[in-house]
């Protein structure tokens, strides 16, 4: 397969993928969440469409390295490595700046958490400012205010609510982490709990698909000439693939980019509500844009051979989807 097919076949994924692929749901919708029945969930097009992702994901990580290694992409990979040593900065005051929007706007780590505690609007300016201090002990306080916010949210909205924003315990654990011997595995766990933070929320769209139905209908979002229904559940299936794909460690740069044009997309779309939910992301993905997957071994590559290689990723996508779909419909 030629070069010029393969980028055209990820132009062709980029323009097709639906706006609203990484938005939380419950962020943009007043609808009561009224659970599917597993039975409709796992229907024939769910079955399709997941042989053939995850067909799909088996091939990508044969497709990838060929195409990286294309010369204008390769000069991006070695100019964006020189910024490498930012990156803890870049996490450090876009943290800082994400909980400054949030505090503004009367809420905690998600547009949904708010709060009226005067005593976790002073913890959070606290880490504020602890943040904003270029220095190895005032950053540690600053994560361990963070610490103390996100596990009082853990107690008052429950786990399964907190796991869409499980990304903040790696920022913490990075935060930490920095200048220790332990710093070399902070990113890796980054990479991890973000992959599944997204695929936790994808399968929200599935497990209560009307939330996600109301959204297309009153935002007039393009469905490219699918019903709503399907639409919402393709989109479910790509957000769930980024997730997957940040887990396994096949996510590039070339693919941060294009995950990171959707959400500024979907910014677009939905306004403040998106800007105060999604900053976090956007600089955890401007991150993995610079830092790439050179520090992090892919569980993909411990498989030598390529048909070992393929086998892996597919079952393996098969057995996380099924796995996340059915501890989501249980507990969520």
């Not at 076949?9 to 419950?26: G, M, R």
């Not at 654990?173 to 070399?184: A, I, Q, S």
């Not at 610079?290 to 597919?314: A, C, N, R, W």
């Amino acid at each position: 397969m030629s070069k010029k097919i393969i980028f055209a076949l990820l132009l062709i994924i980029f323009i097709l993928t639906p706006f609203f692929v990484d938005a939380h749901v419950k962020w943009f919708t007043e609808l009561e969440p009224q659970k599917e029945s597993i039975e409709n969930i796992i229907n024939p097009l769910f079955m399709f469409i997941t042989i053939i992702t995850a067909v799909f994901l088996a091939i990508l990580p044969q497709v990838l390295p060929k195409l990286m290694a294309w010369g204008p992409l390769e000069k991006m990979d070695l100019k964006l490595e020189s910024y490498r040593k930012y990156s803890t900065s870049i996490l450090r005051y876009g943290t800082a700046i994400a909980l400054i929007i949030q505090v503004l706007t009367g809420s905690l780590f998600a547009p949904e958490l708010t709060h009226y505690s005067t005593l976790l609007t002073v913890i959070s300016w606290m880490a504020i400012a602890f943040l904003l201090v270029p220095n190895q002990l005032a950053t540690k306080l600053g994560a361990a205010a963070m610490l103390i916010l996100f596990s009082i949210m853990l107690a008052e909205y429950g786990l399964f609510h907190m796991l869409d924003y499980a990304f903040y315990l790696a920022i913490i654990f990075v935060l930490f982490m920095t200048k220790t011997k332990y710093e070399r595995w902070s990113f890796p766990f980054l990479y991890l709990a973000t992959g599944l933070s997204l695929c936790w929320v994808a399968v929200e769209k599935w497990v209560y698909p009307e939330m996600s139905v109301d959204i297309v209908i009153n935002h007039q979002l393009p469905t490219f000439f699918l019903s709503p229904e399907v639409f919402v559940s393709l989109s479910a299936f790509i957000e769930f693939v980024v997730g997957y794909l940040l887990i396994v460690g096949i996510l590039n740069r070339l693919l941060s980019f294009i995950l990171t044009g959707i959400f500024i997309m979907t910014t677009t779309l939905f306004g403040l509500v998106e800007v105060v939910g999604h900053f976090m992301i956007h600089i955890i993905l401007i991150i993995f844009i610079i830092e790439g997957v050179s520090f992090y071994k892919p569980p993909v590559k411990i498989h030598k051979t390529v048909l070992d290689q393929m086998i892996f990723v597919f079952l393996n996508f098969l057995f996380v989807l099924a796995t996340i779909l059915l501890l989501y419909y249980r507990f969520a």
